[in-house]
């Protein structure tokens, strides 16, 4: 699985955006001024950014040609229509309602259909899907398959849901109880990994059989069609949008953030068959995010996101696309850096606590990794592990680490080549030889939510 095919970029550059080298003792400067936190550095001052792949995408000449085509009328735009008919013809729903981003289209589909105390099924909720579940008073529960939480299990579609748990969860709750079953392609909170038709199809038959909705968190919906592809029996002749078509045939709606599969750098989206919750949806969303032809874009932005959804299906795109992650992954292997295996389709995550064993949970051996890899290289990696999740449950200062102590590295879209990753992969090489120089850190200051964003470290 771990295919080390070197990725051809399949397009060639007609714009490009200088990233500045800094010098070493720059970057420390820097680091010391930023509490030792990556998200406070200036973008400037980074060399590569692979903090995120969300809204990173480079877009291609035929999407800034769309732009100039941008009909800012208010109401009835004919970019609407456009990207209407892009999404009708990919998830086959009769309703597309534009937002700003992925979780404005969550914030709306929650506020119509959880009440207070409401159980949502996932495989694994990303950050803002359990946020806006929480918001509503009710509770996400992670239905994944045992092994997506094992980073050595080579299996071929980790993302899958464990069907037999989720029909004995509708059974013991009730299926009345429950206002939808979601489930999140690729798995981005569970390495990136896909999830399998074979899996999609049981759980669809599962939520019918209660009565139970079935909605997508779409994403990544075509580099898990690509895995379907690749992976699954009986899927290497069809084309990845006859699959993703085939993925969505079995939900009653999906909501994507248009900052990853559609190619754009904001954008997002509800899809949907049922005519009543399309109609409240409508109304949810002209209070905060606009007319229903526009949802909180411009008429170019949904230009932009109409040509992103067609070229994102693009086979060599997505051979490339998927092949860089591989790439990148493969070198790490070759240098003995522990990672999540396999490699997922938009990130490779190292195993943070392996890569530095010398650095115990408290010390935050993730963050470790993080600070020594933008100080060494200029390279911006994130940190998903003990800053980011660690709890004092007891609130008697006994810590309840995440399981996995994880650095992520993202791979923005069509963003850098082969060049590129090969100095990340060097980069890392070298400070895993150099690693017992590595330091642990101490926090000085933090906030009470989501306090990675924010926190200010000290190095022991
Ligand atoms: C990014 C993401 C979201 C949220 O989308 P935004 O556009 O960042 O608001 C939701 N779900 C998944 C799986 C994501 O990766």
Not at 274 to 279: E, H, I, Q
Request: glycine letters at 8%; charged letters at 25%.
């Amino acid at each position: 699985m771990s295919d080390a095919k070197m990725p051809v970029e399949p397009f060639r550059i007609k714009v490009v955006e200088p990233i500045r080298r800094t010098s070493r003792r720059e970057r420390a400067a820097v680091l010391k001024r930023s509490g030792f936190n990556v998200f406070n550095i200036p973008a400037d001052k980074i060399f590569i950014d692979l903090l995120t792949d969300s809204g990173t995408s480079a877009m291609s000449d035929n999407q800034w040609a769309g732009i100039m085509l941008g009909d800012e009328s208010y109401a009835g735009a004919r970019n609407y229509f456009h990207f209407e008919e892009a999404v009708r013809s990919i998830f086959g729903f009769a309703h597309v309602i534009p937002t700003h981003q992925g979780r404005a289209a969550e914030r709306i589909l929650f506020e119509a259909v959880v009440k207070k105390g409401d159980p949502v099924p996932n495989n694994i909720h990303f950050d803002t899907t359990r946020a806006n579940v929480e918001v509503r008073g009710g509770v996400p529960v992670d239905l994944a398959v045992e092994e997506a939480y094992d980073p050595r299990a080579e299996l071929p579609f980790k993302g899958n849901m464990d069907v037999k748990k989720l029909d004995r969860f509708i059974r013991r709750t009730g299926p009345k109880k429950i206002p939808l079953v979601m489930m999140t392609v690729t798995n981005n909170s569970g390495g990136g990994q896909p999830a399998s038709l074979q899996n999609i199809r049981q759980v669809s038959e599962v939520c019918r059989s209660h009565g139970v909705p079935f909605f997508f968190d779409a994403c990544r919906f075509a580099e898990n069609a690509y895995f379907i592809r690749e992976r699954e029996k009986g899927c290497a002749g069809k084309t990845v949008l006859e699959i993703a078509r085939e993925m969505f045939a079995c939900a009653d709606g999906a909501t994507m953030s248009a900052k990853k599969d559609a190619l754009v750098n904001i954008g997002g989206f509800i899809t949907l068959a049922d005519d009543d919750l399309a109609r409240c949806l409508k109304n949810l969303l002209i209070i905060s995010e606009g007319f229903p032809t526009y949802g909180g874009l411009a008429g170019r932005d949904l230009e932009a996101m109409a040509r992103g959804l067609q070229e994102v299906l693009d086979e060599n795109y997505l051979e490339h696309r998927v092949g860089q992650v591989a790439y990148l992954g493969a070198l790490l292997e070759k240098s003995g850096i522990p990672i999540y295996k396999p490699v997922g389709g938009h990130a490779v995550y190292i195993l943070a606590d392996e890569f530095l064993p010398h650095i115990p949970r408290h010390q935050y051996p993730g963050w470790a990794l993080t600070v020594a890899l933008y100080r060494e290289a200029g390279i911006r990696a994130v940190e998903i592990g003990g800053v980011m999740f660690a709890k004092d449950k007891s609130g008697r200062g006994k810590t309840a680490f995440p399981k996995l102590e994880l650095v992520r590295l993202s791979i923005p879209r069509r963003v850098y080549t082969v060049s590129h990753l090969n100095y990340v992969a060097e980069a890392l090489a070298e400070l895993y030889r150099d690693r017992d120089k590595v330091r642990g850190l101490r926090i000085v200051e933090q906030s009470p939510h989501l306090r990675h964003f924010t926190v200010r470290m000290e190095e022991i």
